[in-house]
């Protein structure tokens, strides 16, 4: 099996690709895209489970020690990108649905696929992973306090902790349990061994999965509001390309190896969109333009994904 996991690795951009491209084809063709959206969190927490199958999970107590790499990270991501943030939404016009909606989604660190992503680009998922639930519970602590600073009072009130909590629950712990578990039988039966390594050949397969059901689903939600989708998009691909050489500078500042730089990189870059899109839909007269505005940012996200899973590791190459 072995080959075959290394033909999958070797080509896993050009299946990104292939999965992005039909996801887009498919979402144009259907007008209503509620099932593929229901489909789109089971899929995301299996693709997480058959990857923390490939990450130590026991050595996950050593990862929370690392005070140096949680310092980056949140520094990177509650600090830095933040400030950032602020400068950018100063570029769009004076439109404060079409503001919300940036800062929800660029003010909140992606907890879910980012370990997947990471450990593709053969950062240190182990250590992202360990850091999820601070990571989550400080965007979900900050996020009122940014939006009241940058928007006003009112702004903040639009933060609801449900989405948050779901998301650690059904795509993080779930997940994690299921996949120490299951290390903990491989460790101990040849068929779990076995078991293990065939789930070692779907990681690729998984995240492409993921990446077509999430391009389907969002592309209805673009073109329902495309005129403020198209004035946030030039924003996001700035971001795309800015918030990882941030994150890099803060790691290489902090002394981090090349895992734990090439892990803070991928923080920074990636966003909480999936989690963030109830809360878009919740937004009072919001419809349809900060769900579009949202989701574009998924869109510009994930097909930096694939360059980032090339590009990171020669920016941060082993010491």
């Known amino acids: 099996m072995e080959p075959v996991r290394k033909v999958l690795e070797e080509r896993q951009i050009a299946i990104y690709l292939a999965a992005i491209a039909v ?5 144009f063709g259907v007008p209503k895209a ?10 995301l927490a299996f693709m997480l489970f058959v990857t923390f199958l490939q990450v130590p999970l026991a050595e996950l107590g050593s990862a929370l020690r690392n005070m140096r790499f949680l310092g980056a990270l949140l520094a990177t991501n509650f600090v830095v990108m933040p400030a950032f943030t ?13 503001r919300l909606a940036v800062l929800f989604v660029l003010l909140t660190p992606c907890v879910d696929y980012v370990v997947t992503f990471t450990h593709l680009g053969r950062g240190d998922a182990r250590l992202l992973l360990a850091a999820t639930p601070a990571l989550l519970l400080l965007q979900m602590a ?10 006003g009072r009112d ?18 712990a779930v997940p ?7 290390q903990f039988c491989a460790a101990r039966a040849a068929n779990g061994k076995r078991a293990s390594t065939a789930l070692g050949l779907l990681p690729v397969p998984a995240t492409a999965v993921v990446l077509f059901l999430v391009l389907a689903a969002v592309m209805p939600r673009i073109g329902e509001a495309a005129g403020a989708a198209l004035t946030a998009a030039p924003l996001y691909l700035t971001y795309a390309v800015v ?7 803060v790691a290489r500042a902090s002394r981090l190896d090349a895992g734990g730089t090439r892990a803070v ?5 990636t966003r909480n969109s999936l989690v963030i899109l109830p809360l878009a839909f919740a937004v009072p007269d919001g419809l349809p333009l900060v769900p579009a505005v949202v989701v574009t940012q998924t869109m510009v996200e994930l097909i930096s994904e694939l360059v980032y899973v090339r590009w990171i590791p020669r920016l941060s190459p082993p010491h």
């Open 142 to 151: 900050l996020l009122p306090v940014y939006l009241r600073v940058l928007l």
């Open 155 to 172: 702004a903040s009130g639009l933060v609801h902790l449900e989405p948050f909590i779901h998301a650690f629950l059904w795509l993080i």
């Open 34 to 43: 509620g099932a593929l959206e229901a489909a789109i969190n089971p899929a």
């Open 23 to 27: 996801g887009a084809l498919v979402g």
């Open 86 to 98: 602020a400068l950018l939404v100063q570029l769009l016009p004076d439109e404060p649905m079409l």
């Open 265 to 269: 990189a991928f923080s920074a870059a």
């Open 176 to 182: 994690l349990l299921l996949a120490a578990a299951f």
């Open 243 to 249: 918030a990882p050489v941030l994150g890099w500078i």
